[in-house]
């Protein structure tokens, strides 16, 4: 089982910057595509960015601000937040989609809640 927990979010002024992390722990025999996702009250959840063999994608209301990285060495997924805006007011999810034989399936953390607000 892929268990996955979130970290970093919290309160910030806009144009104000954070890093979120992803603890992916667990079974990782499988092979996965990682992303980001968020979640504003009120609307459904979106997506942010995903990392695949092809590159790292991103929508279009983050290009520019928001990088996703991964350190692989220690099993960790990061999304800096940079020049964030009120409208980035969300819970944020990590997500692991995992394939191969046997290994179908997605997975979610608990979320972490990113405020922007002056």
């Known amino acids: 089982q892929v268990r996955l927990a979130e970290s970093g979010g919290g309160s910030v002024q806009p144009g104000g910057s954070l890093r979120l992390s992803c603890i992916i722990s667990g079974n990782l025999y499988c092979s996965y595509d990682p992303s980001w996702y968020r979640q504003a009250p009120g609307k459904e959840r979106e997506f942010i960015s995903k990392?695949?063999?092809?590159?790292?994608t991103y929508a279009d209301f983050v290009k520019g601000r928001f990088n996703f990285s991964q350190d692989f060495s220690h099993d960790t997924l990061y999304l800096q937040m940079d020049n964030l805006h009120p409208e980035d007011t969300a819970t944020y999810y990590c997500q692991l989609q995992t394939y191969g034989v046997g290994c179908e399936g997605i997975h979610w953390g608990q979320g972490t809640q990113v405020t922007v607000s002056s």
């Open positions: 990392r695949d063999m092809y590159g790292t």
